[in-house]
């Protein structure tokens, strides 16, 4: 019985942790960009009363018997399907259809990789996040420019009052990675890479490295469902109940046995 209260409150642990994962994705659900997660579980270490393969007779062997010891939370996976874009009219605002990040620098000047593409220009005319981050490569917009257009192909330009044509202000890369999914979230929309993800492979959108094409004037949306998230929330909370009805049910026998010395 004591075991066994020990194993049901390791999975009333991991359910805790399952819903935990559910709440970020939930609350997300409208952050652009945002990548929703989902928990991993493994089976705790195994008690074996017998073990697997020791002989039962001189032509025969055992099955085994083990008791496991419960479960735990080992990893979240982040899951990278392509968001819904949400048309917003700003042309600072793009959307990146394919598997690309943006390349921002932050205050430190580290560099970090972004889904969220509603950027602004600062006081210096510089394209920079809503934290203030640099976009990379760095691109500054003349205060008197209009009609600012960003092509598919991340090329940013724009009218200049005297000028006939408009004027290429620069070109937006992207990056990707071998491992997308082991980037590192530090917050703010930001992402950070690791050993697992790899090195970040720079190029412009469009190219034939899997970058993607920006659209420009859309933000991509969480990939969130929304439907999705409470069936897991459904089956966290039924799942955390037959763990705690199991301590119930262990803590019951163990009053038994306790009442029987009485």
């Known amino acids: 019985m004591i075991r066994a209260l020990y194993t049901a409150a390791s ?3 991991a359910q805790q942790a399952n819903l935990d994962t559910v709440a970020n994705n939930l609350a997300n659900s409208a952050t652009a960009g945002f990548r929703r997660r989902r928990l991993q579980f493994e089976d705790m270490i195994y008690q074996n009363m017998i073990t697997p393969g020791s002989p039962q007779s001189q032509q025969t062997t055992s099955a085994g018997l083990q008791i496991g010891l419960g479960t ?27 598997a690309g990040f943006f390349q921002v620098s932050k205050p430190d000047g580290t560099i970090a990789f972004t889904r969220s ?26 205060s008197n420019a209009t009609d600012i257009s960003i092509s598919s192909y991340g ?7 005297g000028q006939s044509t408009p004027a290429q202000l620069g070109t937006i890369q992207l990056a990707t990675f071998a491992n997308s999914g082991g980037l590192n979230s530090i917050g703010g929309n930001l992402f950070e ?14 190219g034939n490295t899997g970058m993607g094409t920006l659209q420009q004037g859309y933000l991509e949306n969480s990939n969130v469902d929304v439907v999705e998230e409470f069936v897991q929330m459904i089956l966290a909370q039924r799942a955390y109940e037959s763990n705690s009805k199991v301590v119930h049910v262990a803590d019951d026998m163990y009053s038994q046995i306790n009442n029987m010395i009485r």
């Open 11 to 13: 999975g009333m642990g």
């Open 72 to 98: 735990r939370s080992a990893a979240t996976e982040m899951i990278m399907t392509q968001g819904d874009f949400n048309q917003t009219g700003n042309n600072l605002d793009l959307a990146i259809q394919g």
């Open 117 to 142: 593409g509603n950027f602004h220009r600062n006081n210096q005319g510089t394209m920079v996040t809503a934290d203030g981050d640099t976009v990379l490569p760095a691109i500054t917009i003349p």
């Open 155 to 161: 090329v940013v330009s724009a009218k200049i009052p």
């Open 193 to 206: 890479q690791t050993a697992s993800s790899g090195n970040p492979i720079t190029d412009s959108p469009g």
